[in-house]
């Protein structure tokens, strides 16, 4: 069929056009997913002469559906547009079209779209915080694309700016990389840029009014002391540490107590020991049971890096407390805690430090508290091995089979098919074996059951 003009060759073209200004959205809609059965239509050197120069001349936007006339080839410009969608097609649709292309005509066409400099000083400066937030979250990625020179002249101002941001997201989304970015500065002129540009700022957000910026900052900022070293460590970067020690938010004191390891390399964990204990105590007496969870996961490290004798004078009441806490989460981790505590300070420590007062808990007049001592003497077993286990633990493991409450007669039970694999086999006959058949008669269901599972797993039958 011929065009109005009666030359066939401007026909697809000619109605292209007039379905993209026509006023029915799909069908202009339905026009955009027609270019490339067009372009097959037309071949390589019609789409090139006369397809891509119309398409040059306008922008297809998805959102808007309109034209706007724009004097940047159709990708690039669209590669520009505010609407994060399109943005994406077109970078997407850059990559794909790169690879088709030989290295010459890359560095002629696209060369100039890795000039990203004033796209990102503009971004970096957007008026909508989204953008900027966007900017800040990659901007690691950003650093590295760059090269060390242009992270000097432009990258650093740039972050300054965004960890000054007045919104809060795009600081606490640049207050996350701090430590990445200076990691991936320049080794020559690191240490300058930090104390110089990024530090004062950092100081800044360790007051910051919003407590998702300073959470952010707790996460990173222990990190940056091994790449300061020790004398700038204790002079600049100790005060912040003590300051977010006793921030009023847990999360941030968290944080800090989470990446204890990177300072202790540097200067050695006993100069927050002070500040240190008591915001361990506050978080471990928090009100928020999760808050409470959180701290005694990070206890072996602390207890590591801290020493058996600051430990034992310090934080052993704080471990055993949790054990008789109301939240069956919260006792169910210190006893995992306990494990761990052993693995770290050996048996030998345990058996005069922590069994003790864990067999005491047997006495207890709260049953939750006298499971709790089996509990223990479940996870203890094995880390303290047999010696300890026999002669210690196995004695009050029997003499709670005669407990009043069913519950705590069936995890007997249990417990003694626990360490009995760690037990001789003299004390699985003469003391294990009578007492797991005594249970096998109580008129409880659930003990009988227990029992006799634990006959059969021990094959005392």
């Given at each position: ?320 407390a949790w054990l008789i806490d109301h939240v069956y989460a919260i006792r169910e981790a210190a006893t995992c805690n306990l494990m761990k505590l052993v693995e770290k300070f050996g048996a030998e420590w345990a058996q005069n430090t922590i069994v003790p007062k864990v067999l005491g808990m ?100």
């Amino acid at each position: 069929m011929a065009g109005a003009d009666g030359d066939d060759s401007l026909y697809p073209i000619a109605v292209l056009i007039d379905e993209l200004r026509n006023e029915d959205v799909q069908l202009r809609l339905n026009s955009i997913k027609k270019l490339s059965t067009i372009a097959l239509a037309l071949g390589v050197e019609r789409t090139r002469t006369e397809l891509l120069p119309f398409l040059t001349g306008i922008q297809l936007r998805y959102i808007h559906m309109s034209l706007c006339l724009s004097p940047q080839p159709p990708l690039e410009s669209l590669a520009t547009v505010e609407e994060t969608v399109v943005r994406d097609k077109a970078v997407e649709s850059l990559r794909k079209i790169s690879q088709e292309h030989s290295p010459v005509d890359l560095e002629v066409h696209f060369e100039p779209l890795t000039l990203v400099m004033p796209t990102l000083r503009q971004a970096a400066e957007d008026k909508s915080w989204r953008v900027r937030y966007m900017v800040a979250d990659k901007f690691s990625e950003l650093q590295k694309a760059v090269g060390p020179e242009i992270t000097k002249n432009d990258l650093v101002p740039a972050f300054q700016n965004l960890l000054k941001d007045c919104e809060a997201e795009v600081r606490a989304a640049a207050a996350n990389k701090v430590k990445e970015f200076c990691e991936n500065l320049p080794e020559d002129s690191r240490e300058t840029i930090i104390m110089t540009h990024i530090l004062p700022c950092v100081k800044e957000l360790v007051s910051d009014t919003n407590q998702h910026v300073k959470s952010a900052l707790a996460s990173v900022i222990m990190g940056l002391s091994t790449i300061l070293g020790k004398d700038n460590t204790v002079e600049h970067l100790l005060p912040l540490f003590l300051a977010q020690l006793k921030d009023e938010c847990p999360e941030v004191r968290l944080n800090i107590i989470s990446n204890l390891d990177c300072v202790n390399e540097v200067i050695g964990i006993r100069q927050l020991s002070q500040s240190l204990l008591p915001a361990i105590v506050e978080l471990a007496e928090d009100a928020k049971w999760r808050v409470r969870l959180a701290i005694i996961e990070y206890m072996p490290l602390l207890a590591g890096q801290l020493g058996v004798e600051f430990f034992d004078e310090k934080l052993n009441t704080l471990c055993m407390a949790w054990l008789i806490d109301h939240v069956y989460a919260i006792r169910e981790a210190a006893t995992c805690n306990l494990m761990k505590l052993v693995e770290k300070f050996g048996a030998e420590w345990a058996q005069n430090t922590i069994v003790p007062k864990v067999l005491g808990m047997a006495n207890d007049p709260n049953y939750l508290h006298r499971m709790t001592t089996l509990f223990c003497i479940n996870a203890l077993s094995e880390v303290c091995g047999q010696d300890i286990t026999t002669k210690q633990m196995l004695p009050v493991v029997l003499k709670m089979s005669n407990d009043q409450v069913a519950n705590v007669r069936f995890n007997v039970a249990k417990s003694l098919q626990k360490i009995g694999p760690v037990l001789d086999s003299n004390a699985l006959q003469t003391e294990v074996k009578p007492v797991l058949e005594k249970l096998d008669t109580d008129t409880d269901m659930d003990v009988k059951y227990f029992a006799q599972e634990a006959i059969s797993v021990l094959a005392l039958a």
